[in-house]
């Protein structure tokens, strides 16, 4: 709006004033749009956390409430209690379940008549209901009855009858009779009533939080205008003859730097989120792939042994309880700095871990026809982070599978002196080019890429497993021969020193 000459023509200056102006008032309307769109989602967010809760303690009571009806289901007929309801065992049952669940239990034989009502009122009668008739035809069924504050579940009662002679007879669920269960919901309603006050509470001070980041927000927003109508003025006092533009708004340019400043920032953020998904991804596939490999094993096994299957469990229940510990550690990785993470050092004996990881992996191994061997020349303990050394020799260890050639093989050398101890895993693959060897540890990097993807491979393995060493102020080596096979030292200190 400024003219070649450096003077202001006093009708364009009123009309650029009139426009700062209108600008002010931006200032209200900023206001307004941040202060309803952080108000919505506030109460939506309270409504959804209420129903989410309501429909999940309703679950939770039914599945429990069902839970414990099947379990009575079975003595019902264990006792014959459809037949003679004098069983005072079975009664107790029924009335404790009535209690517990504030609520109503009816027995109903497949003749529609009820031969038991906690209530005392209905016994002996005949019931017609549509729910009832078809949990006769196996269905069961719940109704949650959220105005009456009630949930009412039918559960058949059945009866497995074999149908002909022999150990090939087949065997038919047989409808013998039905619960029909009507479970108070009160506990459930008064929760939700505390729970919406203190929401209520929480979000009356949240949307206060709301109203004043927003007059923050839309002053901080406005002030590059408020600037700029600052120096439209002076040039219209006649303080200044010099013509405004681009580069004199360094507001604008301040905008724009900090609009860029914050794309940077969200741009680390998302490539920091996909590497955290890729690495949960990778390092969760190990464990996984394990305990598949174990069920699968017990169920190609006919007549499986009794001491075997608790082997098999053994092992499925420590890879969970690995999968566990390495989630929690994953989480780590959210930070940007890897040394930040904590480390949790204990005595560790890396004999037994290593054979660990060699009997998890060796399933692995013998699906891809390669031989694994592990030997040990001494006894090795020394402090380390468990879940971490196991991350270290699991990722060196599967790379060597993954990688190898049919009918290969892969060696595990464990040793140690008086400072540091030594595992080196070697194998007969497909080696390592030259020139790749200097990024095999950057994130993502894939040395044959097309092999990675049919193998499912992330490019995650060897950088995570240089990070666990670096942790642990070790090293690690790699001699590799294309074509020929590839060598990985890893040199850990037996003492951990904390710097």
């Known amino acids: 709006m400024?003219?070649?000459n450096g003077v202001w023509d006093t009708t364009l200056l009123k009309l650029n004033i009139r426009k700062i102006i209108f600008l002010r008032s931006l200032k209200t309307r900023i206001f307004l749009i941040l202060f309803i769109v952080g108000l919505i989602p506030c109460i939506s967010m309270r409504y959804a956390i209420l129903q989410n809760y309501e429909q999940r303690a309703v679950d939770v009571r039914t599945s429990d409430a069902t839970t414990q009806l099947r379990i009575l289901a079975n003595h019902l007929l264990t006792y014959h209690y459809l037949q003679d309801t004098s069983s005072e065992v079975i009664n107790a049952e029924i009335n404790q379940l009535s209690s517990l669940y504030d609520g109503r239990v009816m027995i109903i034989n497949?003749?529609?008549r009820i031969v038991k009502d906690t209530y005392g009122i209905s016994e002996n009668k005949t019931i017609i209901s549509e729910e009832v008739i078809r949990c006769i035809k196996g269905e069961s069924d719940s109704k949650y009855d959220k105005d009456n504050g009630y949930i009412e579940m039918t559960i058949p009662i059945t009866e497995a009858v074999s149908l002909g002679e022999g150990t090939d007879a087949e065997k038919k669920?047989?409808?013998?009779?039905v619960m029909l269960v009507s479970a108070s919901t009160d506990s459930i309603r008064i929760t939700m009533e505390i729970l919406s006050r203190k929401a209520l509470i929480v979000e009356v001070i949240v949307i206060l939080a709301i109203f004043v980041v927003s007059i923050i927000a839309s002053k901080i927003l406005i002030r590059p205008f408020e600037k700029i109508t600052e120096a439209l003025n002076e040039a219209q006092e006649g303080y200044t003859d010099a013509p405004i533009s681009v580069t004199d708004c360094l507001e604008t340019e301040?905008?724009?730097d900090a609009f860029n400043r914050v794309l940077g920032r969200m741009k680390v953020l998302d490539d920091s989120r996909q590497e955290f998904v890729s690495n949960v991804s990778h390092e969760l596939k190990t464990p996984i792939t394990s305990m598949k490999v174990l069920a699968d094993s017990l169920i190609s096994q006919k007549d499986v042994p009794i001491e075997v299957y608790q082997e098999f469990m053994e092992d499925i229940t420590k890879e969970v309880e690995r999968e566990d510990k390495i989630i929690t550690d994953l989480l780590s990785l959210v930070k940007m700095d890897r040394t930040a993470a904590d480390l949790t050092i204990t005595e560790v004996d890396i004999n037994i871990l290593v054979e660990l990881i060699m009997r998890r992996l060796r399933p692995i191994a013998q699906k891809r026809d390669v031989e694994l061997v592990y030997e040990s020349i001494r006894p090795v303990t020394a402090a380390v982070d468990?879940?971490?050394m196991t991350l270290v020799i699991s990722n060196l260890v599967e790379n060597a599978i993954k990688y190898n050639k049919e009918h290969g093989w892969v060696k595990?050398?464990?040793?140690?002196?008086h400072q540091f101890f030594t595992i080196v895993v070697a194998d007969s693959g497909?080696?390592?080019p030259q020139e790749s060897m200097d990024h095999i540890y950057e994130r993502f990097y894939r040395v044959d890429k097309s092999r990675s993807r049919e193998i499912g491979g992330t490019g995650l393995g060897l950088a995570i497993t240089k990070s666990a060493i670096?942790?642990?102020?070790?090293s690690i080596k790699v001699e590799s021969i294309e074509g020929e096979g590839t060598t990985f030292t890893v040199r850990i200190p037996l003492t951990y020193i904390a710097v």
Not at 412 to 417: I, K, R, W, Y
Not at 470 to 474: D, I, P, S, T
Request: overall charge negative.
């Open 2 to 4: 400024c003219g070649l």
């Open 386 to 388: 468990e879940v971490k």
């Open 412 to 417: 595990v050398t464990l040793d140690a002196d």
């Open 430 to 432: 497909l080696g390592i």
């Open 254 to 256: 301040h905008i724009g």
């Open 470 to 474: 670096m942790m642990h102020r070790g």
């Open 110 to 112: 497949n003749d529609l």
């Open 173 to 177: 669920e047989l409808v013998r009779g």
